[in-house]
């Protein structure tokens, strides 16, 4: 499963992905995920010992629906997921952070390094996680970044089939411009796809140059089914 999943990521098309994220602030990853390494993580979701922390969005009026943290050391699947997509990503945080006129220190090109960096200010605890959502179940507009440092993508992978195990659940992207409405996207991935998203803000070049946009991300109404999901956060947690 892993050999493969390394095959899957060696042939991504990054040309591809940094330019979607410059054109419209997201891009889609092709099928990463077979269905049995889909499958192997669903599985997870029961394995209690797998997880730090559980959280339902009722309780905490973040929607309807369930999200699972998973706890160190990560399950092999997530770390190689982790560890092989950031290096590409960091080179365009790099490029994001000069248009933006942004400060601090450039992201380094090794995810040890970054989570280095997360040690240093109190951000310890992992932070890819599993979300369930059932029928009615949805998740508010919002952003994950847990502390001071935070990598400025994160990346969300579909577990389950759309149209046969549950229907709804559209990924939901909603960039907040300056001085004008706001646009939203609607976005569906197939079983084993991913979506590379803003986790903060994204450059949107200008009449005067790059400005600087909010991007907010949830989940729509599922209608029928049950959507497992998992997420990709490269910085850590206080």
Known sequence: MLDRLAQRMAQLDWSSVRLSLDEH??????????????EHLIG???EE????????MARYRFGIGEYKYYDAPLP???QQLREGLYPELAGLANVWRQRLGSGGSPY?????????????????RPTPLIL?????GYNCLHQDMYGDVFFPFQVVFALNRLGEDYKGGEFLLVEQRPRVQSRGHALSLAQGEGLVFPTNHRPVQGVRGYYR????????????GARYSLGIIFHDAK
């Open 25 to 38: 602030g997201y891009a889609k990853l092709p099928a990463v995920l077979d269905a049995a390494a889909c």
């Open 44 to 46: 997870t979701y029961t």
């Open 49 to 56: 010992a797998n997880f730090r922390k559980t959280i339902s």
């Open 76 to 78: 092999p699947l997530l």
């Open 108 to 124: 380094p090109e090794r995810l040890a390094l970054f989570l280095e960096r997360c040690r240093e200010a109190g951000q310890t």
């Open 132 to 136: 369930k959502y059932e029928a009615g």
């Open 213 to 224: 946009t909010a991007v907010r991300h949830g989940v729509s109404t599922v209608t029928e």
